[in-house]
């Protein structure tokens, strides 16, 4: 019993995968220092109320007790 091979070329798929990856670098830039300060604030904020909000539950399971839970 033989395998016989897919009717696609697969040269022709990694040539339009080249292609569309060469496109998007093409397209990208580095950001400003505006932007990029704007997207670390971001950032910085999310991973702050994060583990702001990861702290207040293990305060109150911790203390569950005291509370009367």
Known sequence: MEISKPDFKTDVLHEE??????????????????????????????????????FIIFVIFGHKTMLGF
């Open 17 to 54: 995968l080249f292609r569309k990856y060469l496109r998007v670098l093409k397209l990208a830039r580095t950001p400003t220092r505006e932007e990029f300060t704007k997207i670390a604030t971001v950032a910085a904020a999310g991973v702050l109320l994060v583990g702001l909000i990861g």
